[in-house]
């Protein structure tokens, strides 16, 4: 697929309504289907493409919605006008792009920082490499998640991808100076 070209393919919209007696339950769907990558039209109207999985996710999410006392429409899109879907091409896309960046920035503002702080202070302990070894897991998890929910090919990923990666050298490079430090196994 060229960079002009638009995938030719089904997508999911659902309608729902949550009672607004509580806004958690409201801010739970709706977390439930940011997570899954839902692109929302409208407050309470979201559409999704039409991948392997997604229709049985979407399918517990209105379970969900259900057992909130609300209500779900779920539709299948089949003929979506080309201008429509380049919108929501486009939009997917942007979604992604968006989430690729944050963790671009989460890995130069704080991650690199963070080992950049630490090796200032002298503060080479095996805790503090496990607590962030703890925060590259986090961002790989992250970057996984944004992975799973690109269906569209977004651009940025490489990037965010190189800098996860940058982390983990940074990381690998402050333990190996940890175990210099304090000392390995053998040693104590």
Excluded at 15 to 38: D, I, M, N, Q
Excluded at 69 to 87: I, P, T
């Amino acid at each position: 697929m060229t960079s002009g070209e638009v995938p030719d393919e089904r997508f999911l919209l659902l309608v729902y309504r949550v009672p607004s007696s509580t806004s958690r339950a409201r801010v739970a769907v709706w977390r439930e289907l940011k997570r899954l990558g839902a692109l929302y039209i409208q407050q309470a109207v979201c559409v999704l493409p039409d991948r392997p999985g997604v229709r049985e996710r979407l399918d517990k999410i209105r379970t969900r919605i259900a057992e909130l006392e609300g209500e779900s429409m779920h539709f299948v899109l089949d003929d979506v006008a080309d201008q429509e879907r380049q919108m929501l091409v486009r939009s997917f896309k942007d979604n992604s792009a968006k989430e690729y960046a944050e963790i671009v920035e989460e890995c130069e503002t704080k991650f690199f920082k963070e080992i950049e702080f630490e090796r200032f202070r002298g503060n080479y302990t095996f805790e503090e490499a496990e607590e962030i070894r703890q925060d590259l897991e986090k961002l790989k998890r992250w970057l996984r998640k944004v992975e799973q929910r690109d269906w569209m090919g977004a651009p940025g990923r490489d990037t965010a991808t190189a800098k996860v990666a940058e982390c983990e050298q940074l990381l690998e490079a402050f333990e190996a100076d940890v175990y210099d430090r304090v000392g390995g196994p053998e040693q104590g």
